[in-house]
């Protein structure tokens, strides 16, 4: 949920929906243009995960989170 105090933008919190692809995409970019910098791994795609599938969706978006902040 991006937020801004911006005047341009009427509302102050929007609800971004992006697929895992996105993600890879992005890191594939960002791997192009860093240079030594290192560019942080993304959470895994699937595998074997013993809980529901809520579960691993919720881990998976903190994940992807963690990506985004780093």
């Known amino acids: ?3 801004t105090n911006s005047r341009a933008f009427t509302a102050k919190t929007s609800c ?3 697929r895992y692809r996105e993600f ?3 890191r594939r ?3 192009k243009n860093a240079g030594l910098v290192p560019v ?3 959470p895994g795609k699937s ?3 013993s809980g ?3 579960e691993f969706i919720e ?3 903190l994940g992807l989170q963690q990506f985004l902040q780093r």
């Open 52 to 54: 529901s599938s809520d």
């Open 59 to 61: 881990r998976r978006r």
């Open 24 to 26: 890879a995409w992005l």
């Open 47 to 49: 595998g074997i995960f």
């Open 40 to 42: 942080p791994e993304l």
């Open 1 to 3: 949920f991006p937020q």
């Open 16 to 18: 971004v929906r992006r």
């Open 29 to 31: 970019q960002l791997q």
